[in-house]
């Protein structure tokens, strides 16, 4: 039977020449000098996987981390290859890959574009030198600034990531990064506040932050400038010039299926009435020697009505209705509980999206789920 959820792929590698002290994700600065056991492991976890993957070909594929431009182009090549060989990759498949400016020149991206990645999200966070040091990068401005200048030469899509919300990050310094982005030929970006996660740095020793009305005012003004250079925010965090949307995310957020292979990768299955939720193993030696799921879990019920809200609503302009009919029956509870925002103002009457105070308060529209 072939599942008629979408699905995607997602390949975590976990290296990093340090650790940002606001970073939460799983990463290693432990980086091998031979990469073949590893690709043999994320390689045994696909085939391992079929009853996961339902006989369907993957839509994107998310190389994350991580910094996983660290690794050798032959890991992210035999893992390309295997997937064509197999016919387990659609013929218009986007493949991204994350990088660090220190990494980001000609050369590597050419090698990188040779084995068949034609997207790259690249972590600027600032182009600010002080803020640069304060999230505790390991770049400089001056690398921002190249790594940029390098992507401009490449015919592959691309996408950066800024941050506002920083230690000592002042409007006129967010308004600046906004606008450096903006001048350049990128069509994508993806523009998060900070937040203080558990088990990281900041968060047992948390930095000077901007107030809530100097973070108010960060936003209302950096999205002044990306309105007036033609940008949309179609998503919470995500903005575009010209459709250049993310393929891979939109799947997340339109409710498609993901398999997560790779240390401390996550997976969403849906199967029936439910999803399927599981992990793998966070440590590198350890995921080599066993790539089964852990932490299995199963959503159902009114927690798969939270889930997919928590999804469906962070698109400004709510879900592609049309195209996920073909693969997501929504309950009558769901249904019933849509109603209920619309009656408060958070939903439009219309269609399944919110409104712009339900898109101000998405917090307030979830919980209604």
Not at 223 to 229: A, M, V
Not at 255 to 275: F, Q, R, T, V, W
Not at 336 to 365: H, I, M, S
């Amino acid at each position: 039977m072939v599942s008629k959820f979408p699905l995607s792929l997602y390949i975590h590698l976990p290296w990093c020449e340090k650790k940002c002290p606001y970073c939460d994700f799983n990463v290693t600065t432990n980086i091998p000098n031979n990469f073949s056991n590893f690709s043999k492991a994320l390689i045994s976890d696909i085939e391992a996987s079929s009853e996961w993957i339902q006989n369907r070909k993957f839509s994107s594929i998310y190389f994350g981390g991580g910094t996983p431009s660290l690794a050798d182009p032959s890991l992210h090549e035999s893992i390309i290859k295997w997937l064509t060989k197999n016919h387990l990759a659609q013929s218009d498949i986007e493949i991204t890959l994350e990088c660090n400016p220190k990494e980001t020149n000609l050369q590597n991206l050419n090698r990188f574009m040779d084995i068949g990645i034609n997207r790259f999200s690249l972590g600027i966070q600032s182009f600010d030198e002080g803020v640069l040091k304060d999230l505790g990068r390991n770049h400089t401005y001056k690398e921002s600034y190249k790594a940029i200048e390098e992507l401009e030469k490449i015919s592959s899509r691309k996408t950066i990531d800024l941050m506002y919300g920083c230690p000592n990050q002042t409007l006129e310094k967010a308004a600046k990064d906004i606008e450096v982005f903006s001048k350049s030929n990128i069509k994508h970006l993806s523009y998060y506040q900070l937040t203080l996660e558990p088990n990281t740095v900041f968060y047992s020793k948390s930095p000077k932050l901007p107030s809530e009305d100097e973070i108010e005012a960060i936003e209302s003004a950096c999205k002044d400038i990306l309105n007036n250079k033609l940008f949309s925010q179609y998503e919470v965090s995500s903005w575009s010039r010209g459709n250049d949307l993310s393929t891979h995310n939109l799947n997340y957020w339109n409710y498609g299926d993901y398999l997560g292979i790779g240390p401390g990768s996550h997976s969403k299955i849906s199967i029936e009435e439910k999803s399927i939720r599981f992990t793998k193993l966070k440590k590198v030696s350890s995921y080599i020697e066993d790539q089964a799921p852990k932490l299995m879990q199963s959503i159902e019920g009114d927690e798969l009505d939270m889930d997919i809200a928590m999804n469906f609503f962070r698109l400004k302009n709510g879900p592609d209705v049309e195209k996920i009919e073909r693969y997501l029956q929504l309950s009558n509870e769901f249904l019933n509980k849509c109603k209920n925002a619309q009656k408060e103002g958070l939903l439009l009457r219309d269609k399944l999206a919110p409104t712009q105070k339900g898109f101000n308060y998405l917090n307030e529209l979830i919980a209604l789920f």
